[in-house]
């Protein structure tokens, strides 16, 4: 009877466990058919520039839909509603459109569902979000999977030009036509920037094709034109940067020397060594400074130069340093790459005394030698001074100790001597 009953117990759960299943599967099977991704797109790929129309589109896939009302919201600051399909109403920034098939469900809808033209407004990023209810034309509501979108009006303002917009120049002469600043975004500008500087030098790799420059002049109301920066080709380019004064007369060109290349070795124009026998030059010696100065004495005719390229097999130029003049020189040196197209130049300003200032020269020389042995003797005789000084302290200092030790002695022999007699008493 026990098992009996049991037996009906098992064969009941065995059933109401096939019911579930079956009911699972259908349910399962029946949500499956009822999800959809709803998207928006836009017809521009790349950035919208201000004023410029665009359209918005609502998609749909992973399903079909006989009938649905959407909700499309948008940033009105940034984009203003232009046009769109029939049967819809816009209340602010929220576009609601509504759509049925009216053949009773024979032209179901995937795809583009609809399409509305906008117009952008103003710079930055606007952001565009649907939301609505979706329907099957077995009249069953489609779980939508919703994903918005933002479009960027303009371009992202960058570092750069975050930069330019807090500094500018404070030097309002009106012939004033040099920069206070000028950066770029890359790293490797060599030298580093000065306002008398007007040649630099930069090497990239092949992946970029342009560099964003910020240049601002010294004058807030001189005028700086950018070029050559962009659409940078294989090899040399040449981005200039032409300043204006604010009268019109004075025009300085900063330029930057732009190697593209896929090969930074065969493209090295660095130097590794730099120097002039018996000359000394300011700044000291790095490879990334191309510019210096030196003075030399009238007597000097030609320069030793030594340069040495940290690449090999690169070729060294070395020009002017030969029947140097009285009065400013420059020595060039030039180095052209084992690639064969790129360059650096080196510059060394040569000052050479004429005879009146050899002569005054020397005599400052003379003077300030003289100045040195006379500060050099009375260090010594200070010195001397003071180490018999010194002598002298520490002699009282041995004197000092020995009485001290003789008294002492003295006065234990003393003590000594006493209590002996004191033992020779009688009683």
Same mark, same amino acid.
């Given at each position: 009877?026990? $098992?009996?009953?049991?037996k &009906? ?7 109401? =466990? ?9 349910f ?15 017809? &521009?790929?790349t950035n ?25 919201? !948008? ?21 609601? #459109? ?7 469900g ?9 399409? =509305?033209? !906008?117009?952008a ?6 952001? !565009?979000?649907?939301? *609505?209810? =979706? ?15 933002? @479009?960027?009006? *303009? ?21 004033n036509a040099n ?13 580093? =920037? ?6 630099? #030098? ?9 560099i964003?420059v910020?240049? @601002? ?5 001189? %005028? ?5 920066? %962009? ?7 040449? %981005? ?13 060109? #900063?330029?930057?020397?732009i190697t593209?290349?896929?090969n ?7 130097? /590794? ?11 000291? $010696?790095?490879?990334n400074?191309?510019?210096? &100065?030196a ?15 940290e690449?090999e097999?690169?070729k ?22 084992q690639?064969? !197209? ?13 005879? /009146? ?12 030698k003289?100045k040195?042995?006379?500060? #050099? ?7 001397? @001074? ?6 002298e302290?520490?002699?009282n200092? %041995? @004197?000092y ?23 020779n008493?009688?009683?």
């Amino acid at each position: 009877m026990i $098992f009996r009953n049991n037996k &009906k117990i098992i064969v009941y759960l065995i059933y109401i =466990f096939i019911l579930i299943c079956t009911l699972n599967i259908n349910f399962n099977k029946s949500y499956a058919n009822n999800i959809g991704k709803i998207f928006l797109s836009s017809n &521009k790929a790349t950035n919208i520039e201000k004023d410029e129309e665009f359209e918005i589109m609502i998609n749909l896939e992973n399903n079909k839909t006989v009938a649905f009302t959407s909700h499309l919201y !948008f940033d009105e600051t940034k984009v203003e509603y232009i046009s769109g399909p029939e049967n819809v109403n816009v209340i602010g920034n929220h576009i609601i #459109y509504v759509w049925h098939d009216v053949t009773g469900g024979n032209n179901e809808k995937d795809g583009v569902l609809a399409t =509305f033209k !906008f117009k952008a407004k103003d710079n930055g990023m606007s952001n !565009f979000v649907i939301d *609505g209810e =979706f329907y099957t034309k077995k009249e069953q509501l489609i779980e939508a999977e919703f994903k918005e979108l933002q @479009i960027q009006i *303009g371009k992202e303002e960058s570092k750069l030009q975050q930069e330019a917009n807090e500094e500018q120049g404070t030097n309002i002469e009106n012939k004033n036509a040099n920069l206070k600043v000028l950066r770029i975004d890359k790293e490797g500008l060599v030298p580093s =920037f000065q306002e008398d500087i007007y040649e630099y #030098y930069l090497t990239i790799l092949n992946d970029v094709n342009e560099i964003e420059v910020l240049a @601002i002049a010294d004058n807030p109301n001189a %005028t700086v034109e950018i070029t050559g920066n %962009t659409n940078l080709k294989e090899g040399i380019n040449t %981005t200039l940067i032409k300043v204006t004064s604010e009268d019109k007369t004075t025009t300085n060109t #900063y330029k930057i020397n732009i190697t593209k290349t896929n090969n930074l070795q065969t493209s090295n124009t660095n130097l /590794e060594i730099l120097a002039i026998e018996n000359v000394l030059l300011y700044p000291q $010696f790095d490879t990334n400074v191309t510019n210096y &100065k030196a003075e030399v004495s009238n007597e000097i005719n030609n320069l030793n130069v030594l340069a040495i390229p940290e690449n090999e097999n690169a070729k060294v130029e070395i020009n002017g340093k030969d029947n140097i003049k009285e009065g400013n020189n420059l020595v060039s040196i030039n180095i052209i790459a084992q690639n064969g !197209f790129s360059r650096k130049q080196y510059k060394i300003n040569i000052y050479k005394r004429n005879k /009146e200032e050899e002569i005054k020269y020397n005599e400052e020389l003379k003077n300030n030698k003289d100045k040195l042995e006379e500060i #050099y003797k009375e260090e010594k005789v200070s010195s001397e @001074i003071e180490n018999i000084i010194n002598e002298e302290k520490q002699k009282n200092i %041995t @004197i000092y100790v020995i009485i001290m030790c003789i008294l002492i002695i003295s006065g234990l022999i003393v003590v000594y001597l006493k209590k002996k007699s004191n033992k020779n008493k009688p009683f």
